[in-house]
């Protein structure tokens, strides 16, 4: 049988009948608010750092219980910037999961150190303790768990395992902001969190934006210089930085957008929980595990299903306009700007057998019940 979908309302511009993210409707929502706080740092002319990065840096640690953030360009440059402030440099190595968005690795690469790819736990597709702990050598100096999807990575574990090899922890939470491991938010857990704004993201901006949190003040501070060319005092430099810092109008963005974000993670749970119960025994599809009572483990950025035949499943939702996406397709190490390190096919077999089954179904706080059981009912009849 054929799906007939109307468009949701708002939804008319986009080519899919139902989008992987519709970020015209979160923006349709919030336009007001939004256009006042962009016209009010245009009026005030103060473009660079200034009050309102100022009030959100404030504002966001103290949502993840940190004492520290700092605003920064991008997500990957708070990574960068992470790695360069707990000194980790060429001879270096640092632990990253095999399956995770490519700016986890890049950055330890931008730092001149290797990042060694360590297989993932079936179940959850995070990095797998027992398997780091096979990778870590003489050279590790660091761990970096990627709160992936948006679930916190068992924190105790990343803990005790960091302590025991005297190894230091960056999270990325890029994907995780507002998730929480028994009380704690990821990113506020290890030495440094690191949070990416990128427009999609559970808190995004209108444009890029990054931030890393630590309640370390010495790390704190060499953070805010990094991002600023290593300067504090107008032409005079203590470190050779960048220029990587949170715009302005991004940092206002993001100080309206924040007050909505608990809600639009609990939406996003609600979807979640629909679609775990549509798809429950549905041909070969296994739905992601996540505790039902703790809605701030997992705050499903993307809702990730393993698949056999997947690009078949994936081509049929696009032919009923269901779009859908795949993260990731290649686990970092097999990326040929990765050859250099060395691990070839096999080196990871869990992440490298989940990368041909992993399917992301659409996911955004605006969806409806009407849009998901139109896509559980797309996916039961791919398997008859
Ligand atoms: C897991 C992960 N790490 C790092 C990044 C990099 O963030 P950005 O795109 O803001 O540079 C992203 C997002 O794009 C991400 O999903």
Not at 353 to 368: D, G, R, T, V
Request: charged residues 20%; aromatic residues 8%.
């Amino acid at each position: 049988m054929l799906l007939k979908l109307r468009p949701e309302p708002g939804a008319e511009k986009n080519k899919y009948m139902i989008p992987f993210v519709d970020l015209r409707a979160n923006y349709a929502n919030l336009k007001g608010a939004l256009e006042g706080a962009i016209s009010d740092v245009c009026d005030s002319a103060s473009l660079i750092l200034g009050a309102p990065v100022e009030q959100f840096e404030n504002r966001f640690a103290s949502y993840v219980g940190s004492k520290f953030a700092v605003g920064m360009g991008t997500g990957t440059d708070a990574l960068f910037l992470a790695c360069r402030a707990l000194e980790i440099g060429p001879g270096d190595e640092v632990l990253v999961p095999a399956n995770t968005f490519i700016a986890s690795a890049l950055a330890v690469n931008m730092v001149g150190a290797i990042p060694v790819p360590v297989d993932i736990d079936a179940d959850s597709s995070l990095m797998d303790i027992a398997a780091a702990g096979r990778s870590v050598s003489k050279r590790t100096k660091a761990i970096m768990p990627v709160h992936l999807y948006g679930q916190v990575m068992d924190m105790d574990v990343v803990s005790d395992f960091a302590t025991a090899h005297g190894l230091k922890i960056i999270e990325d939470a890029a994907q995780a902001h507002g998730a929480k491991f028994k009380g704690r938010s990821a990113g506020a857990i290890g030495d440094i969190g690191c949070f990416s704004f990128y427009p999609s993201k559970n808190l995004g901006a209108l444009g890029d934006g990054g931030l890393a949190v630590t309640s370390d003040e010495a790390l704190a501070e060499k953070l805010r210089l990094l991002r600023n060319y290593g300067s504090t005092k107008k032409y005079f430099h203590e470190l050779a930085g960048t220029n990587s810092r949170l715009d302005a109008i991004q940092a206002a963005v993001l100080n309206v957008k924040l007050d909505h974000l608990d809600g639009w993670n609990r939406a996003r749970f609600a979807a979640a929980s629909r679609y775990c119960e549509g798809l429950e025994g549905v041909g070969s599809v296994t739905v992601p595990k996540f505790e039902r009572s703790d809605i701030e483990r997992h705050i499903f950025h993307l809702f990730v299903i393993l698949a056999k035949d997947r690009d078949g499943l994936s081509e049929h939702l696009n032919g009923r306009q269901i779009q859908s996406g795949v993260h990731y397709p290649i686990p970092f190490h097999l990326q040929q700007a990765f050859e250099h390190i060395g691990f070839g096919p096999s080196s990871c077999p869990v992440a490298e057998s989940q990368a041909s089954q992993i399917l992301s179904l659409p996911m955004f706080p605006e969806i409806s019940n009407r849009q998901i059981d139109n896509v559980v009912r797309a996916i039961s009849e791919y398997y008859g």
